[in-house]
């Protein structure tokens, strides 16, 4: 009688061959030589050895971004460093990982914003926070929304319905039920007029006003719809991306040119030289090369893409 089988994720090198054996119910990407992986609900970090280089403990484990990895512990969020100690001890209800050193954070249901020290730079009082475009980020406060600068000064104090991410150096806001835009020192540019509107791009906003959508400028003037050429938007990876056509994917280069036929039916962007591909939709993942070739004849029924020389892969538990 056959019995279900138990599937596990392990590494593979760029010949295919296991460099660390599979035996995990989880397994990332490494990054700064590290790698989370799980076992039995509880995550922790190996080496490329297999070594088990800070124990697996945690509840929740991301990778390590300059230095630093976001934890769960004891049901609280916090950031340890390379050696599995705290630099950051574990306090938030919520938090995000650094990105140009600031990390969003939420404390009794209310968000801040810390630098890699752990200090807030803007104290949990908020009832959301967005992400930083052009150095602001709207914030909501008592119901209102505003702006808040990297360093925690609120530069638009909060006062509108809604907002938005600043574009083009202006950012929607809406007041008494319609939208307009300010610029970065919260001067009105654009009154509200409209039912709403979209963040500037290119120099253009796409808004509605009595049901029917149109193009502004910065100065709020109707424009004709911005003429862009209907094509397919390309991810390049190492000089190629992938390309759908007719169904099924292949690779084109820079030039425009597809270099690897459309035979796959999912192809992940180039990694360290390889691609992630498969040919059904119930088939296992293969690796190729640039040139289109197998760069090894093993197969997997899950695959993510090379990272500092090895890719975690799933397959059934070795007997």
Known sequence: MKTDCVLVWGYINKKGEFAIL????EAHNFNEDL???????LHGY??????????LKFQMANDFIDGLALVMYNDKWGFICHDGSFIIFPQFDKAAEFHDGLST?????????I????????????ELIGEFHEDLAWVKKDGKYGFISRDGYLTVHPQYQNANDFGDGLAPIMSNDKYGFIDKRGNLVIDP??????????????????GHWSYIDKAGCP????????????EFHEGLSPILEDGKIGYVNENGEITIPTNF??????????????????????????????AFRSKFIQAKNFSEGLAPVLTEKPQ
């Open 193 to 210: 007029k409209f039912e709403f509107a979209q963040c500037f791009r290119k120099g253009t906003s796409r808004v509605r006003a009595d």
């Open 46 to 55: 190996i080496d490329k050895t297999g070594r088990v280089a800070i124990d």
């Open 35 to 41: 790698a989370v992986v799980k076992i039995d609900y």
């Open 265 to 294: 039916v999912d192809a992940a962007p180039f990694c360290e030289g390889l691609a992630r591909v498969r040919s059904t939709q119930k088939g296992k993942w293969a690796f190729i090369d640039k040139n289109g070739k197998l």
């Open 115 to 126: 630098n890699k020290d752990g200090k807030y730079i803007a104290n949990p009082e908020f």
């Open 223 to 234: 424009i004709s719809s911005p003429i862009e050429e209907e094509k397919q938007e390309y």
């Open 105 to 113: 954070v939420m404390v009794d249901g209310k968000y801040g914003f």
């Open 22 to 25: 599979p035996q995990y119910d």
